[in-house]
């Protein structure tokens, strides 16, 4: 049991390198998210001792206890972000991955320059056009942009996108390589630089990577299943 979590991040990490040869759009540096939503304060340390840096969340609460407990440890915001948690987000954030929407820009901007901070963020699309996932539509990604160009504490790094529910992670590289396609497309444009991509998760990463991930956002697949009853 105590190697367990240690096992498994090698055995992800052994897989993204894999992937990583394997695939022509393929990133150099690929960064494994270990996502450890649910999971208590033991499993975030004993991955940390197993040299795991990069942690992430779906909860602001949640994140803010971790991150108080690991401050040693980069906390990426991945989940929903309501706009009355954005100050807390901002102040427990290296990155926030799920910014979806022109209400939660403007209020992170207010946090962050009342903050004198530059904020790292990335623009959730909503490829699939699923009602069950937030992130704006691709039709949607110029304006946007548009906006955020606007907002001077507010670094966009890039664009992350939640996979489709699919049996076969086969069936989302299309959706991956659109997101990679968006990307070429949008960047260097307003003055942005947008070298990331989030996406990959621990049912489809490997596919992610070959389209390009850079950043991937793994956690059943080191923690094991998440118990929502508990
Ligand atoms: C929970 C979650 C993940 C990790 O999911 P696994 O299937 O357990 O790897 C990745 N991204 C987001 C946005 C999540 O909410």
Redesign the pocket.
């Given at each position: 049991m105590s190697n367990s979590i240690a096992e498994a991040i090698s055995r992800v990490q052994a897989e993204i390198r894999a992937a990583q040869q394997r695939g022509s759009h393929a990133a150099a540096e690929v960064t494994l998210?270990a996502?450890s939503?649910t999971k208590p304060q033991e499993m975030v340390a004993e991955a940390l001792a197993a040299g795991q840096l990069h942690f992430?969340e779906?909860k602001v609460q949640e994140m803010v206890t971790k991150q108080a407990a690991f401050p040693q440890a980069s906390w990426h915001m991945?989940?929903h972000l309501q706009t009355n948690k954005a100050a807390k987000a901002v102040d427990a954030a290296c990155l926030i991955?799920?910014l979806d929407r022109p209400e939660l820009a403007l209020e992170l901007e207010k946090r962050a320059a009342a903050r004198s901070r530059l904020l790292p963020v990335l623009v959730q699309v909503n490829l699939a056009k699923e009602d069950s996932k937030s992130g704006i539509y691709e039709e949607e990604l110029p304006d946007f942009l548009d906006l955020l160009a606007g907002l001077p504490h507010l670094q966009v790094q890039g664009l992350?996108t939640?996979g489709p529910a699919v049996d076969d992670a086969e069936e989302a590289r299309p959706l991956f390589a659109r997101l990679r396609e968006l990307r070429d497309r949008e960047d260097g444009k307003r003055g942005m630089r947008l070298h990331h991509l989030s996406m990959g998760?621990?049912?489809d990463?490997q596919v992610a990577i070959e389209e390009g991930a850079t950043l991937v956002?793994?956690?059943?697949?080191?923690?094991g299943?998440?118990n929502y009853n508990v």
């Open positions: 998210i996502v939503k992430g779906n991945i989940g991955h799920s992350m939640i998760m621990s049912g990463y956002r793994v956690g059943s697949a080191i923690f299943a998440r």
